[in-house]
């Protein structure tokens, strides 16, 4: 088992960035996908981006509303994802999600999440 924690929110201006990092503890790190999701007030929470394997390759997937502008990266040696966002806007305002599972975009693929983290965006 995986225990997660998230840091790096903040309020930003629009057009801004912000690094967001997952800590993750457990041996098993490396052996799961690991994917950010965000909730905005009175929204479902929606996925965002996640890294897994395929064919021993890192593959990595962006919802299109982030594409170009997020990047997912993983440090197996640290035990850690992190993801930056670029070019921010007030949509991407939401509590932002670290999670551990199966290589998806969806929620329910995802077993281990940890206590969020806000990002507030200021137009």
């Known amino acids: 088992q995986v225990q997660l924690v998230e840091s790096g929110g903040g309020l930003v201006q629009a057009g801004g960035s912000l690094r967001l990092s997952c800590a993750a503890s457990?041996?098993?790190?490396?052996?799961?996908?690991m994917g950010w999701f965000r909730q905005a007030p009175g929204k479902e929470r929606e996925f965002v981006a996640a890294?897994?394997?395929?064919?021993?390759?890192?593959?990595?997937y962006y919802a299109d509303s982030v594409k170009g502008r997020f990047t997912i990266s993983r440090d197996n040696a640290k035990n850690t994802v992190t993801l930056q966002m670029n070019t921010l806007k007030p949509e991407d305002t939401a509590v932002y999600y670290c999670?551990?599972?199966?290589?998806?975009?969806?929620?329910?693929?995802?077993?281990?999440w940890g206590q969020g983290t806000q990002v507030t965006v200021s137009s």
């Open positions: 457990g041996r098993t790190f490396s052996s799961y996908a």
């Open positions: 890294i897994g394997r395929s064919g021993g390759v890192a593959v990595t």
């Open positions: 999670a551990a599972g199966a290589s998806s975009i969806r929620v329910n693929d995802y077993d281990t």
